[in-house]
T-cell receptor, first 117, second 112 residues
Framework: GAVVSQHPSRVICKSGTSVKIECRSLDFQATTMFWYRQFPKKSLMLMATSNEGSKATYEQGVEKDKFLINHASLTLSTLTVTSAHPEDSSFYIC?????????????FGDGTRLSIL | AQTVTQSQPEMSVQEAETVTLSCTYDTSENNYYLFWYKQPPSRQMILVIRQEAYKQQNATENRFSVNFQKAAKSFSLKISDSQLGDTAMYFCAFSGSEKLVFGKGTKLTVNP
């Protein structure tokens, strides 16, 4: 079945560091990928829609200069949290939709737990 | 804008019994999909069941079934013969064109 690989699964780093999270579709092409943020005991909040070969579409209130998204190929999107601070600590999850089977549900990565000290 | 409402923050059920989780949504679209996702403590998002709005028949997946009432914009999840492994957060979600919109979730605990 369709698999989305997300790395790393856990990051602990110092304040001011930039952190890159990768989201790969392993056996399908994904023109569109999605990045979510989840606070403890809360629901998933869509941060941005990542579009292959073009700029990401950010949701209202999400700082695009803080959360840089690059979708350079049909199987890879990256989220970079720039100059991370403790308030950026959270659980980040990506998902991807198969370009050729758009009526299929999104496939989720296993998430990245980011802790900024 | 679409909204998804889950009115039960927490629920519990005895093992082997049946439980129903509620979900209502609001949309002006006519073609859409509805989903239930399970998120165990590992935080993986696992698709439990999905329903196409144009289908009148309620979706079923083994012990999981839905009661889809399109006119009422209601999409409840029934879990039969509850198992300890069903303990998790359950999120109802709506998808129109591209985006998934999630409800706030229901924390389900299955007690032995």
């Amino acid at each position: 079945g369709a698999v989305v690989s997300q790395h790393p699964s856990r990051v602990i780093c110092k304040s001011g560091t930039s952190v890159k999270i990768e989201c790969r579709s392993l056996d399908f092409q994904a023109t569109t990928m999605f990045w979510y943020r989840q606070f403890p005991k809360k629901s998933l909040m869509l941060m941005a829609t990542s579009n292959e070969g073009s700029k990401a579409t950010y949701e209202q209130g999400v700082e695009k200069d803080k959360f840089l998204i690059n979708h350079a190929s049909l199987t890879l999107s990256t989220l970079t949290v720039t100059s991370a601070h403790p308030e950026d600590s959270s659980f980040y999850i990506c998902s991807a939709r198969d370009t050729f089977y758009s009526n299929q549900p999104q496939h989720f990565g296993d998430g990245t737990r980011l802790s900024i000290l | 804008a679409q909204t998804v409402t889950q009115s039960q923050p927490e629920m519990s059920v005895q093992e082997a019994e049946t439980v129903t989780l509620s979900c209502t949504y609001d949309t002006s679209e006519n073609n859409y999909y509805l989903f239930w996702y399970k998120q165990p403590p590992s935080r993986q998002m696992i698709l439990v069941i999905r329903q196409e709005a144009y289908k009148q028949q309620n979706a079923t997946e083994n012990r999981f079934s839905v009661n889809f009432q399109k006119a009422a914009k209601s999409f409840s999840l029934k879990i039969s013969d509850s198992q300890l492994g069903d303990t998790a957060m359950y999120f109802c979600a709506f998808s129109g064109s591209e985006k998934l919109v999630f409800g706030k979730g229901t924390k389900l605990t299955v007690n032995p």
